[in-house]
């Protein structure tokens, strides 16, 4: 089995793998899913929109080497909108466990001692 294939997806199941523990940290992503969806979906409906009109006007490919071949509407790659999903969750994710960490630290130094 070739998995160059699969390898943009593998990647993108193991950015989420990689970040879950810091939901248990306290970033309170998954947590709140209407948030989530009102945080990533615009932004990633404009870039996909972005995508479409780049890929039409034949400025945007992408290497079929490494992508399923599951074309959505306007012939975007799955992998590509994936990418639009997992990596701002990603990202939501990371800053939700920072700020929850700093936030522990600046209520311990408040404490008095």
Do not use: H
């Not at 939901?23 to 996909?48: C, D, K, N, S, T």
């Not at 400025?59 to 992508?67: D, G, M, N, V």
Request: proline content about 7%; glycine content about 4%.
């Amino acid at each position: 089995m070739n998995l160059d294939r699969w390898q943009y997806l593998i990647v993108m199941a193991a950015c989420l793998v990689i970040t879950l523990p810091l939901e248990v940290i306290g970033a309170r992503v998954y947590r709140r899913p209407m948030l989530l969806v009102r945080a990533v979906l615009p932004v990633a409906l404009v870039f996909l929109l972005w995508d479409a009109i780049a890929i039409a006007a034949g400025a945007w490919t992408y290497s079929p080497q490494y992508l399923t071949g599951v074309l959505l509407p306007f012939d975007i790659p799955l992998e590509e909108v994936a990418f639009f999903l997992v990596i701002p969750i990603c990202a939501l994710l990371t800053y939700g466990a920072v700020e929850s960490l700093l936030s522990r630290v600046r209520r311990k130094a408040k404490q008095p001692q």
